[in-house]
């Protein structure tokens, strides 16, 4: 019998994803569920300092850190399992195609409608309200539970409440979680940022292995993840 990749309901690494995910055996990873950099240069409006968002997202000028992480979520995943990558609109022809370069195929482009939409150009463009979240396979998975139509409604995390700039909602990740995972299944997110889809795991009653490269936000997702435990402290392995 192959002993386990991990020997705790909640696994998070601190350090560059990549040469973290080399290093795990294939076919370890049962679901995975991520929000990398989009590769357009993001910076929150907020561009002045000593706010908590001011500064620029680790990796996000271009869609290299995507082209280099597909190949390692695909040899990690299990036969038959599934992964949900959002992006930006601007670039979802490109995340398509390096999904289908690294051996996933393409099944649908979910439209996450957020209730609300967003600054940008006022006068010369009409407000964005949705974000896309591609699901791809690795085999054939089944859905678990209810066949979902490819438009999420979920609202926007409020500025009040954001532990990221780019934070997804729990109740968004949680759809994601449910519908391709069972209990005690291992789900995957290399750029967990703040830990929200940690958390969303914990809700779920599923097991976690996370990645963030940024320091905060690294410090920021261990300890939410650790006050969310029921457990309290499940990661003690943590690094």
């Given at each position: 019998?192959?002993?386990?990749a991990?020997?705790?309901?909640?696994?998070?690494?601190?350090?560059?994803?990549?040469?973290?995910?080399?290093?795990?055996?294939?076919g370890?990873?049962?679901?995975v569920?991520?929000?990398?950099?989009?590769?357009?240069?993001?910076?929150?409006?907020?561009?002045?300092?000593?706010?908590?968002?001011?500064?620029?997202?680790?990796?996000?000028?271009?869609?290299?850190?995507?082209?280099?992480?597909v190949?390692?979520l695909?040899?990690?995943?299990?036969?038959?399992?599934?992964?949900?990558?959002?992006?930006?609109?601007?670039?979802?022809?490109?995340?398509?195609?390096?999904?289908?370069?690294?051996g996933?195929?393409?099944k649908?482009?979910?439209?996450?409608?957020?209730?609300?939409?967003?600054?940008?150009?006022?006068?010369?463009?009409?407000?964005?309200?949705?974000?896309?979240?591609?699901?791809?396979?690795?085999?054939?998975?089944?859905?678990?539970?209810?066949?979902?139509?490819?438009?999420?409604?979920?609202?926007?995390?409020?500025?009040?409440?954001?532990?990221?700039?780019?934070?997804?909602?729990?109740?968004?990740?949680?759809?994601?979680?449910l519908?391709?995972?069972?209990?005690?299944?291992?789900?995957?997110d290399?750029?967990?940022?703040?830990?929200?889809?940690?958390?969303?795991?914990?809700?779920?009653?599923?097991?976690?292995?996370?990645?963030?490269?940024?320091?905060?936000?690294?410090?920021v997702?261990?300890?939410?993840?650790?006050?969310?435990?029921?457990?309290?402290?499940?990661?003690?392995?943590?690094?």
């Amino acid at each position: 019998m192959t002993a386990p990749a991990f020997d705790t309901p909640l696994h998070i690494h601190h350090g560059d994803c990549i040469d973290y995910l080399a290093g795990l055996p294939g076919g370890c990873i049962d679901l995975v569920v991520t929000d990398p950099p989009y590769g357009i240069a993001y910076k929150t409006g907020h561009r002045t300092e000593p706010h908590r968002f001011a500064r620029e997202i680790e990796n996000d000028r271009d869609l290299s850190v995507v082209e280099a992480v597909v190949p390692h979520l695909y040899r990690l995943l299990k036969n038959d399992s599934a992964c949900f990558m959002f992006c930006a609109w601007k670039r979802q022809d490109e995340v398509a195609e390096i999904l289908a370069g690294g051996g996933f195929t393409v099944k649908n482009r979910i439209v996450w409608d957020k209730g609300t939409t967003t600054a940008g150009d006022l006068k010369g463009a009409f407000g964005y309200q949705y974000e896309v979240l591609m699901f791809a396979t690795k085999g054939a998975p089944a859905i678990r539970g209810k066949r979902w139509p490819d438009v999420w409604r979920h609202m926007r995390v409020s500025a009040d409440k954001l532990h990221h700039q780019n934070e997804k909602p729990v109740p968004l990740l949680e759809q994601a979680v449910l519908s391709m995972s069972d209990p005690g299944d291992t789900v995957l997110d290399p750029f967990m940022g703040s830990g929200s889809t940690g958390v969303a795991c914990l809700n779920c009653g599923r097991d976690f292995v996370g990645c963030e490269i940024d320091p905060g936000y690294f410090g920021v997702a261990r300890d939410r993840l650790d006050a969310e435990s029921a457990q309290g402290r499940m990661f003690a392995g943590c690094f």
